[in-house]
Nanobody, 124 residues
Framework: QVQLVESGGGLVQAGDSLRLSCAASGRTFSTYTMAWFRQAPGKEREFVGAFSWSGGRTYYTDSVKGRFTISRDNAKNTVYLQMNSLKPEDTAVYYC?????????????????WGQGTQVTVSS
């Protein structure tokens, strides 16, 4: 069983930066594709980006490209989401998710493991 625990959320102003962390249990973390999703109030959960274990590939949704960066530290079983130039529309609960698949998918059903989420609020 894999457990994911997010941290690092908070209240920031537009233009600020924030780094989220997702700590994973399990000995095979290095073979998970790790993704970040977010869910804004009244909206469906959406894909933000992912980091494949195969080849270190990353993929981001268009709205965060150039602002958000996903990285991972396999020695610490942790994946990070560095968020720069935050906008009010980035306000959401952010979730990390894990998959054994090497291919990056942007759909929730492709991920077997989920964290509890961490709130990010960006004020204007």
């Amino acid at each position: 069983q894999v457990q994911l625990v997010e941290s690092g959320g908070g209240l920031v102003q537009a233009g600020d930066s924030l780094r989220l962390s997702c700590a994973a249990s399990g000995r095979t973390f290095s073979t998970y594709t790790m993704a970040w999703f977010r869910q804004a109030p009244g909206k469906e959960r959406e894909f933000v980006g992912a980091f494949s274990w195969s080849g270190g590939r990353t993929y981001y949704t268009d709205s965060v490209k150039g602002r958000f960066t996903i990285s991972r530290d396999n020695a610490k079983n942790t994946v990070y989401l560095q968020m720069n130039s935050l906008k009010p529309e980035d306000t959401a609960v952010y979730y990390c998710a894990g998959s054994y698949k090497s291919t990056i998918y942007d759909t929730e059903r492709s991920y077997s493991y989920w964290g509890q989420g961490t709130q990010v609020t960006v004020s204007s």
